[in-house]
């Protein structure tokens, strides 16, 4: 097929596909052989294969083809994948740990959000999977993306398990307003990283911004008596093979 007419004819490709799988779903081996001949997938063709092996109840094969199409950053919008986990504890296959994040990322780069939650509750109510703080720091990231910052932090609070910065920290990049969640935010990566000067620095401009020069002080203070340094600014470029790195306030330059 010529594919030089762009998108058009891959979403063609790609209906046409979804209604050949309609006919032949349940001799799904033909249906992966024409499905894997396709140069170009989009997301109706990945879908229909999918939505295939879900109603022929081959959830392995479902779930291991959505984690290709994922592997690949294509975005996927459908709900036969909520049906296919009800089929594999029925036939005894079970999605582990590492399955959940890789569908809860999906789900976060999707903007999935409904999806999200109905596969991370499944994982204790279905599967008897105990979540961990990966799987909780993924959930944060689908609700902060989405704009779901009071959803976000409730997460977190409800968290078995202490967050760690990483969990905070994906928090804290989807805050766009430098209010009190984000001093929230950056007072627990201070508890959690005493050592890192970037999240005093952010408080410490909140404050300024806030005009809270008090407390902007303070947080300069704590620094100084904990002997933590701002890092410097820094820029690289590259001569003849041999990259330079230039420090703000700096006369020379370091060859690395």
Request: hydrophobic share 40%; charged share 20%; aromatic share 8%.
């Amino acid at each position: 097929m010529d594919h030089g007419n762009g998108h058009g004819e891959e979403r063609l490709c790609g209906y046409l596909f979804s209604g050949y799988v309609c006919q032949v779903w349940k001799h799904m081996a033909k249906a992966r052989g024409v499905f894997d001949g396709i140069p170009e997938k989009d997301m109706v063709t990945w879908g229909a294969m999918i939505q295939g092996y879900a109603l022929n109840e081959l959830p392995r094969e479902a779930m291991d083809l959505f984690l290709q199409m994922q592997r690949e950053n294509v975005l996927y919008r459908g709900t036969a994948l909520i049906d296919l986990y009800a089929k594999c504890e029925k036939i005894g296959i079970k999605p582990d740990g590492n399955t959940f994040i890789g569908l809860l990322c999906g789900c976060t780069h999707a903007g999935l959000v409904d999806e999200g939650m109905q596969y991370f509750n499944s994982m204790d109510r279905v599967f008897s999977l105990t979540p961990t703080v990966e799987h909780y720091g993924c959930m944060v990231d689908l609700l902060g993306r989405a704009g779901l910052l009071d959803e976000a932090l409730q997460m977190i609070r409800n968290m078995p398990m202490e967050a760690n910065a990483i969990v905070w920290g994906a928090l804290l990049g989807y805050i766009g307003t430098p209010g009190q969640l984000a001093e929230l935010v950056l007072k627990q990566l201070i508890e959690l990283e005493p050592w890192n000067s970037g999240n005093y620095v952010l408080l410490s401009n909140i404050y300024s911004t806030n005009l809270k020069w008090d407390e902007a002080a303070k947080i300069r203070l704590s620094m100084n008596e904990k002997g933590i340094q701002k890092s410097p600014g820094c820029s690289w470029i590259e001569v003849d093979g041999i990259v330079h790195e230039f420090l703000v306030r700096e006369d020379i330059c370091k060859t690395r």
